[in-house]
C-alpha cells in the first residue's frame, strides 16, 4: 500500500499539525522521564520531604494526574519522636497544582493506630495531611529535606544507637 497525498491545501495542512502534535507529544513525554520524582513533586507545588530519600522511580500520567513511586522496599521512620511514618514499596494516588489524593501506601501512626494518609493538600506555606476523620496542618518549613528510611532525620543519633548495641566479648580468644 503506498501512501498518496491530494494536493489539497486543507489536507495538508491538517497532516502537518497532526505530525507537529505527534511530535511535541513525545518530546514532552522524553522530558519528564528526566525529571526526579522530587523534581515532579516541587512543579506540583510540593517539598520533597514528603517522600523519604530513596525513591528508585514513578510513573505519572500527565493527563489524570495518577502516579505510582517505587522505593527498593517498605520505610519507616519517627519524626521528632513524636509521629512515627511508613511508606510502602509502592506509593500510589492522584497529583494536582497544591494536592494529592487517593493515596495509597503512606500511613502514620497515631497513639496505636495506624492510620492511613489519603490526603496532602497545600495552602500557602502549611501542608494539610488527612487520615479521613481527622486532619493535621505542618508548616512547609518542615519538609524541606527528605528523611531516610530507618532513622528519618536524625542518623547520627541512630548509628551511635546502633553501635552500642554491638557487644564485644573480650573473653573470646581467636587463637
Given at each position: 500500500m503506498a501512501?498518496?497525498?491530494?494536493?489539497?491545501?486543507?489536507?495538508?495542512?491538517?497532516f502537518a499539525?497532526?505530525?507537529?502534535?505527534?511530535?511535541?507529544?513525545?518530546?514532552?513525554?522524553a522530558a519528564d522521564h528526566a525529571l526526579t520524582a522530587y523534581q515532579v513533586l516541587q512543579g506540583y507545588g510540593?517539598?520533597?520531604?514528603?517522600?523519604?530519600?530513596?525513591?528508585?522511580?514513578?510513573?505519572?500520567?500527565?493527563?489524570?494526574?495518577?502516579?505510582?513511586?517505587y522505593l527498593n522496599g517498605t520505610c519507616a521512620f519517627s519524626l521528632e519522636g513524636s509521629y512515627k511514618l511508613r511508606y510502602k514499596?509502592?506509593?500510589?494516588?492522584?497529583i494536582s497544582q497544591n494536592k494529592l489524593r487517593n493515596l495509597k501506601g503512606v500511613s502514620v501512626k497515631v497513639l496505636f493506630l495506624w492510620l492511613d494518609?489519603?490526603?496532602?493538600?497545600?495552602?500557602?506555606?502549611?501542608l494539610d495531611f488527612s487520615v479521613g476523620i481527622a486532619s493535621a496542618d505542618f508548616d512547609i518549613d518542615n519538609f524541606?529535606?527528605?528523611?531516610?528510611?530507618?532513622?528519618?532525620?536524625?542518623c547520627v543519633t541512630a548509628q551511635?544507637?546502633?553501635?552500642?548495641?554491638?557487644?564485644?566479648?573480650?573473653?573470646?580468644?581467636?587463637?
Open positions: 501512501w498518496s497525498f491530494t494536493p489539497k491545501h486543507t489536507s495538508l495542512t491538517a499539525a497532526c505530525l507537529i502534535f505527534v511530535c511535541s507529544v513525545s518530546t514532552h513525554t510540593f517539598p520533597v520531604g514528603i517522600l523519604p530519600k530513596g525513591i528508585l522511580g514513578y510513573d505519572l500520567d500527565t493527563s489524570t494526574g495518577k502516579f505510582s513511586a514499596s509502592t506509593i500510589t494516588g492522584v494518609i489519603i490526603e496532602v493538600t497545600r495552602s500557602g506555606d502549611k524541606v529535606e527528605s528523611p531516610q528510611c530507618g532513622c528519618g532525620f536524625d551511635v544507637e546502633q553501635a552500642s548495641k554491638i557487644r564485644v566479648n573480650r573473653f573470646v580468644s581467636s587463637s
